[in-house]
């Protein structure tokens, strides 16, 4: 089993910049890809970014492309993503996730194995 907890969420006003971490536990040896998902007021939750732990390969939705970016560092069994230039349209709350497979598109909910709680992000216009 694997635990994952967030943190570094807040509140900021637009145009600004926020990292998220997320502190893996566990049997982190078995996670093969983790990613950032998030979930705004009234929304579904939606894929933000994800990495390959060999390799490093990264990807972003379109809509934080240039503006995100997702890192790992598996010495220290730790995930970010660094948030620039925040717009409204940013605010959810960031769930961390993480799976044991290769297989599958990393954009796909379903396919993870493992949740954090989630951070709350807010951004103020």
């Known amino acids: 089993q694997v635990q994952l907890v967030e943190s570094g969420g807040g509140l900021v006003q637009s145009g600004v910049s926020l990292r998220l971490s997320c502190a893996a536990s566990g049997r982190t040896s078995s996670v093969s890809v983790m990613g950032w998902f998030r979930q705004a007021p009234g929304q579904e939750r939606e894929f933000v970014s994800a990495i390959i732990s060999s390799g490093g390969s990264s990807y972003y939705a379109d809509s934080v492309k240039g503006r995100f970016t997702i890192s790992r560092d598996n010495a220290k069994n730790t995930l970010s993503q660094q948030m620039n230039n925040l717009a409204a349209d940013d605010r959810a709350v960031y769930y961390c996730?993480?799976?044991?497979?290769?297989?599958?598109?990393?954009?796909?909910?379903?396919?993870?194995?493992?949740w954090g709680q989630g951070t709350q992000v807010t951004v103020s216009s």
């Open positions: 996730a993480g799976r044991k497979s290769f297989v599958g598109r990393v954009t796909t909910e379903r396919t993870y194995d493992y």
